[in-house]
């Protein structure tokens, strides 16, 4: 099975910073036949279900604010909230399709500084 | 708009079995695959496994086989997970996800069914 291991496990950042968030994939998500990595981001605020941010690692899915930005390839993967909103507040969760079983980062709690 | 709705929240005796029910609207149901997900309380997210409700094949995590079922009724585009044999720590939410047509990754999700599984 593929390991996801994210850092840190929760954070604080004050309004309008920056937030980074990390998320080690053991082994590789990136399919050279492609050059996609099978790399998802997810925000769940408590109460409700996750919501897709990001997939391929650094596409943002409709809707979701520019200030959310996924980068890395192959095992090294950042979530990136360019200005800490109050909404953003929530657990985010890295996750790789690349092979089955899909697995979860154990996820990264964001709070308010 | 696309939307998953999932049957209620459920209350079971150890040993006994669960079905959780998505019913699915606004998209072609035949196209996307539909995932099952849980979360115990106050943990992160496991995934359990996949069905295409195409053709009804079905991938299961090692961890779930002999125990999970995922089935559809392609008529009411509506898929089921069954879970059996239930344990104390199958307590969880339990979501289903549809899978992303153009990634693989999970779309739209489910708004979630509590299942208590408790003597």
């Known amino acids: 099975d593929i390991v996801m291991t994210q850092s840190p496990d929760s954070l604080a950042v004050s309004l309008g910073e920056r937030a980074t968030i990390n998320c080690k994939s053991s082994p590789s998500v990136l399919y050279r036949t492609n050059n996609n990595n099978y790399l998802a981001w997810y925000q769940q605020k408590p109460g409700q279900p996750p919501k897709l941010l990001i997939y391929?690692?650094?596409t943002r899915e409709s809707g979701v604010p520019d200030r959310f930005s996924g980068s890395g390839s192959g095992t090294d993967f950042t979530l990136t909230i360019s200005s800490l909103q109050a909404e953003d507040v929530a657990v985010y969760y890295c996750q790789q399709y690349y092979s089955t079983p899909y697995t979860f980062g154990q996820g990264t709690r964001l709070e308010i500084k | 708009q696309v939307q998953l709705v999932q049957s209620g929240a459920e209350v079971k005796k150890p040993g006994a079995s669960v079905q959780v029910s998505c019913k699915t609207s606004e998209y072609t149901f035949a196209d996307y695959y539909i995932h099952w997900v849980r979360q115990a309380p106050g943990q992160g997210l496991e995934w359990m496994g996949w069905i295409d409700p195409n053709i009804g094949d079905t991938d299961y995590a090692q961890k779930f086989q002999g125990r999970v079922t995922m089935t559809r009724d392609t008529s009411i585009t509506t898929a089921y997970m069954d879970l059996s044999r239930l344990r104390s720590d199958d307590t969880a939410v339990y979501y289903c996800?549809?899978?992303?047509?153009?990634?693989?990754?999970?779309?739209?999700w489910g708004q979630g069914t509590k299942v208590t599984v408790s003597s």
């Open positions: 996800a549809r899978g992303h047509g153009e990634s693989g990754a999970f779309d739209i």
């Open positions: 391929w690692a650094s």
